[in-house]
């Protein structure tokens, strides 16, 4: 009966730690180091597939290769939403596989202090658009039809070429992420420009104030460097 408890016991223990959702208000996921194992993995409930979604987060890094910010692997396909830096000023943005290219405007992507993306994509008309520090780019057509799996692998700083795995040193991020989140919708410009300033607006699936993650290898929480450089 005394195993039967214990067992019971360390059941909740970890149900409810996998359930624990944390505030990371003017903190920062900081990557120092080049390497293929350490990651960030989210834990969001997604409740349905999605046929529409927003992504933003705000990054802060000195690199020029390549380096993923977002990489949500489902099943059927390792870049069910992918949003990869190419180069400095071209990213490259993914849903069920295939990508369209942004080249950002060197007047859009100029502050010290890192840089506001975000990026949407609606099914009905395939349509997808990329902001940077609040300012728009040319919206381009994508994967329209298509519905994004609910059942997910989500990862910041690296990209999954598998199913949870398949990592590539020279695809990882250095540097740090802060004020990651995610709608089930497409935000109106009036919303992204309120995500840029840092009041964004609620009904989440991904809650940068409420978050469940977990922490593979030497990824630290620490203040973030860009918190008191938020536009506005």
């Known amino acids: 009966m005394r195993k039967m408890l214990l067992s019971l016991f360390l059941l909740l223990a970890s149900l409810v730690g996998s359930l624990a959702l944390e505030d990371l208000d003017g903190k920062a996921f900081v990557f120092p180091v080049a390497t293929n194992t350490a990651r960030v993995v989210l834990k ?49 943005f993914h849903v069920g596989g295939p990508g369209v290219t942004f080249n950002v405007p060197q007047k859009f992507s100029n502050s010290p202090f890192g840089e506001h993306v975000c990026a949407s994509w609606e ?12 300012q728009p780019l040319v919206r381009k057509s ?14 910041l700083g690296q990209e999954q070429d598998s199913y949870g795995g398949g990592f590539d ?30 009041y964004p ?3 989440y699936l991904i809650n940068w104030k409420s978050l469940s993650y977990d922490i593979v290898g030497d990824v630290f929480v620490k203040p973030a460097l860009l918190s008191a450089q938020r536009a506005g």
């Open 169 to 198: 040193i020279n695809q990882c991020l250095v540097g740090e992420i802060t004020d990651v989140y995610m709608w089930e919708r497409i935000l109106s410009p009036g919303e992204v420009v309120f995500a840029w300033h840092n």
């Open 123 to 134: 099914s009905a008309t395939g349509l997808v658009e990329l902001w940077m520090n609040g």
């Open 142 to 155: 994508l994967r329209k039809g298509l519905s994004v799996s609910a059942e997910a692998s989500i990862i």
């Open 44 to 92: 969001p409930t997604i409740p349905r597939p999605l046929t529409n979604f927003t992504l933003c987060m705000r990054v802060y890094t000195e690199l020029t290769r390549g380096y993923t910010l977002f990489s949500y692997a489902s099943k059927r396909d390792s870049n069910e939403i992918l949003l990869y830096l190419e180069k400095p000023y071209q990213f490259s």
């Open 201 to 203: 607006r609620p009904d």
